[in-house]
T-cell receptor
Framework: GAVVSQHPSRVICKSGTSVKIECRSLDFQATTMFWYRQFPKQSLMLMATSNEGSKATYEQGVEKDKFLINHASLTLSTLTVTSAHPEDSSFYIC?????????????FGPGTRLTVL | AQSVTQPDIHITVSEGASLELRCNYSYGATPYLFWYVQSPGQGLQLLLKYFSGDTLVQGIKGFEAEFKRSQSSFNLRKPSVHWSDAAEYFCAVGASASKIIFGSGTRLSIRP
């Protein structure tokens, strides 16, 4: 069964509003989680690494003030798209490393489709 | 710099036919190599992975992949595809499972 969940699965918002996406690790505690962005018919691009209890690490070119990441507990990381604009419309996917001491695989959530009008 | 190339954007095969999806990478050392499948409404699912050892890797759902260092390739194969295999397939490489980059994906369609 699924080990990573995301909520909501899809969201439509008006330009200028903020949207929060939740990513939950269902079976293991996750000190590290990852956020990706996927444009239509394109690959996944890593946006940031979410670290429990500390600041997220953002990839080059990703605006940290635009994409706020909070990893307040060992099972929950949130991505907030602030002042969203139509160009932020995309498919956002989170993941975590396999648990139980294994760090050799990422498990992915089902993704969140964001549409900004 | 690391890179992953999936040269085939879209492939159509007949049900029951064999399948090979190509993946080429550029990396300085032997990387971690992965194949994931993405179906609509579902998260990426790991099909198989290679770190070291036997270069022919068996995965789930009857898939296998072969690491060929000399060709910098990690092609995915299945001897007989099923209609349920229709999906998007991504090859990924990295220095570890934490830092991986994905190819652009290959969409697989199955002809009845």
């Amino acid at each position: 069964g699924a080990v990573v969940s995301q909520h909501p699965s899809r969201v439509i918002c008006k330009s200028g509003t903020s949207v929060k996406i939740e990513c939950r690790s269902l079976d293991f505690q996750a000190t590290t989680m990852f956020w990706y962005r996927q444009f239509p018919k394109q690959s996944l691009m890593l946006m940031a690494t979410s670290n429990e209890g500390s600041k997220a690490t953002y990839e080059q070119g990703v605006e940290k003030d635009k994409f706020l990441i909070n990893h307040a507990s060992l099972t929950l990381s949130t991505l907030t798209v602030t002042s969203a604009h139509p160009e932020d419309s995309s498919f956002y996917i989170c993941s975590r490393l396999a648990g139980g001491g294994s760090t050799d695989t990422q498990y992915f959530g089902p993704g969140t489709r964001l549409t900004v009008l | 710099a690391q890179s992953v190339t999936q040269p085939d954007i879209h492939i159509t095969v007949s049900e029951g036919a064999s399948l090979e999806l190509r993946c080429n990478y550029s990396y300085g050392a032997t990387p971690y190599l992965f194949w994931y499948v993405q179906s609509p409404g579902q998260g990426l699912q790991l099909l198989l992975k290679y770190f070291s050892g036997d270069t022919l890797v068996q995965g789930i759902k009857g898939f296998e992949a072969e690491f060929k260092r000399s060709q910098s390739s990690f092609n995915l194969r299945k001897p007989s595809v099923h209609w349920s295999d229709a999906a998007e397939y991504f090859c990924a490489v990295g220095a570890s499972a934490s830092k991986i980059i994905f190819g652009s994906g290959t969409r697989l369609s199955i002809r009845p």
